[in-house]
Structure formats: C-alpha cells, structure tokens
C-alpha cells in the first residue's frame, strides 16, 4: 500500500450529513453476529436489490428497509446524497458473516463502479456514467461526495474488511485513493496567488469552480471544504504539499468567520408559514460561516433559484431562504480540535 493510504491516529472523522444516518449507516456499528441473523440477512438482500445494473445505488431511499418492487429501470445509481458507498461496507460487512457469495459479488460490483466512476485526473462526479449537460458531470465535493469516496477507497486498499477482494482491485483502489488526493491538491482555489479553500463542484476538465444549482453559484465553500481539510489531515506523513494546503485552508476558515451575528427563526405573521429565518445582531454568538463565499472578496452569497448573487439573507426570496442551509458552524471543531492536534502531531510546531 502507498504510504499516503495510513491513516493518522488523532484522525478527525468527517462528519455526515443528516441524511447519511438512514439506511446502511445505521447498521454499519453492529456486531458481526448480527450480519449473520436472519434479521442481518434480510437487510442485506434487500441491499442487494437495490444494486442498479451499473453496480451503485440510488440516493434519497433507504435501501435497508425493503426490497425494491419497482421498474429497475428506475435504479439511477450515484454517490450524492451518500448514496453507493454505505452499501458497499454493509455487503462487505454480510459476505464476512455469512460467506453468501451473492454479497461478495454485489460488493465487488460497487467497488468496481466506484473506480471506474474515477475521472484520470482523480476526481468523480456526481453519476456515472456522468450526464453531458448538467451540473452533476462536475468533480462534485458538495454534500462531502468526494471525500466519502476517498475514505471508501482507503478502506478498501487497506482494510481488512475488504480482504476478500483480489490484489488488483485493491492495488486500484490504492491507486485511486492517491489520484484523488493529488486533485483535491490542485483544485484548491487561489486567489492572487494565495490558496484558499475549495468550491463543491470543480469543472472536470480544467478544475476550476464551478456552479451547482441555481442557488449553489461557483463559490469557496465554508462547509464542504472542511472535509476536505479533515482528509488531508487524516494523511500519515503528509508531504509538504498537503501540508501547506491544510495551513492555508485554515488560515482561510479565521480570516472568513462572522461574528457578532446569530441566526435564528421568529414568528412572522406575514410569512407563507408563519416563521421567517432572519440574522440579527449579537456580540456574544458564537462564529458563524456561510455555505458560501464571493470569490476574491470572501463575501457570503445567496441567491434564488433565478441564480442572481445576493449579498444578505434577507435579499433572497422566502422558499430558498428557509429552504437551504446558508450559514453554521461547520469549521468550528476543526478549528478547535482537529487543526490543533494535527498540529502538534504532524508540524511539530505551535497551534495557529
């Protein structure tokens, strides 16, 4: 295995969104004997119907929790929304258990979809095969896409869990594991020369920012570039590469905090639901950062689906306004945690 695959011990876990709670990652924490119940059994099989012909899975559906009864047809498989990749552990997790040979292959399959998903500069999109015309062909960080796949890819090239696989596929996934990294490296986005931090979705071709949907415009990302630092920070022995972009990212989180602002949601008689998300003043609230930031000016942007910037929360309409998650802590722990330990443990040197 590349020296790059070790994974630090003070490691900080990148944490999932809310989403990512249901279907197989709710099981992933049990007991081997329980892959091999009846009931540990039955979760895997209706796993294994979910499994699109392509070898991933669907998103926004728990796949856990009954079998699928549809057209398959209709199995669009992706890694958004933590889709493909909690499945691929839960099967691997079952064949260990049980020796079912249906789950063995099924797993192999994913894995399998996962690397040749891989574009050959080391990013992934959001579907594969990846659509020509929409956003979803992008090297897609957003909603911690990339990262998820990279940790996979760790796993499966090093992981004992993953033993059964041949020598190959996980010398590829060690290979890929690697592409990966050296990508995030160059799409971290510089501004007059100085690094930054990462936009959720790279142009494929020439890495640059690019935009999501309407609302999601080419920006720095305050919340899907932590997982990105906690993965560079994962690295044994980091090279000085990784080391100068961890800094800059965390220089970039300090400069790009807002304070003396809380956002909160009232009663607002004159809202379609009668409650508004508004930002109010106070000195004594914790940092906040927003989901986005204008590039070169690092101020926040908000935009409605028309996809015209706006530079205040209260300049957009209603549905996206309390549709969408502009501002929350997301470097926070990294800041107080994780950068310190890794710190210490990597640099050798004092806390920022």
């Not at 109010?280 to 028309?306: H, K, Q, S």
């Amino acid at each position: 295995m590349t020296p790059r695959l070790a994974v630090a011990v003070l490691a900080t876990a990148v944490a999932g969104p809310a989403w990512a709670a249901d279907g197989p990652a709710r099981h992933l924490g049990k007991p081997d004997t329980w892959f091999a119940s009846a009931e540990g059994r039955r979760v895997a099989d209706n796993v294994l119907s979910h499994q699109a012909d392509e070898g991933g899975w669907p998103k926004n559906t728990d796949t856990t929790a009954r079998p699928f009864a549809g057209d398959r047809k209709d199995l669009k498989p992706t890694f958004d929304n933590a889709a493909t990749t909690d499945e691929i552990r839960l099967l691997a997790r079952a064949f260990a258990a049980t020796g079912d040979a249906r789950y063995r292959r099924a797993a192999e399959r994913g894995v399998e979809y996962v690397l040749k998903a891989q574009y050959t500069n080391g990013g992934w999109p959001q579907f594969h095969p990846p659509p020509a015309n929409t956003y979803h062909r992008h090297i897609t960080l957003n909603d911690g896409a990339m990262v998820r796949l990279l940790q996979l890819c760790r796993e499966v090239a090093q992981s004992d869990r993953f033993r059964f696989l041949d020598e190959d596929r996980r010398k590829a996934a060690a290979a890929a594991f690697d592409k990966g990294i050296d990508c995030l490296l160059k799409c971290q986005v510089k501004v007059e020369g100085k690094p930054t931090v990462w936009c959720a979705q790279h142009d494929e071709k020439d890495l640059r920012p690019r935009p999501g949907r309407t609302y999601e415009l080419a920006s720095l990302s305050g919340a899907e570039s932590v997982g990105v630092v906690e993965l560079l920070m994962s690295l044994d022995k980091p090279s000085p590469e990784v080391v100068r972009a961890v800094e800059a990212a965390v220089a970039w989180f300090e400069a790009a905090k807002l304070t003396g602002i809380r956002q909160t949601v009232v009663d607002d008689t004159k809202a379609p639901r009668g409650r508004n998300k508004v930002i109010v003043a106070d000195p004594a609230a914790p940092p906040l950062w927003a989901r986005f930031y204008e590039i070169g000016t690092n101020r926040p942007l908000f935009a409605d689906r028309d996809g015209v910037p706006k530079y205040a929360l209260a300049d957009i309409g209603y549905e996206r306004r309390n549709g969408y998650a502009w501002y929350g802590t997301w470097p926070a722990r990294l800041l107080a945690e994780g950068y310190p330990g890794w710190k210490k443990r990597v640099a050798g040197g004092v806390p920022r």
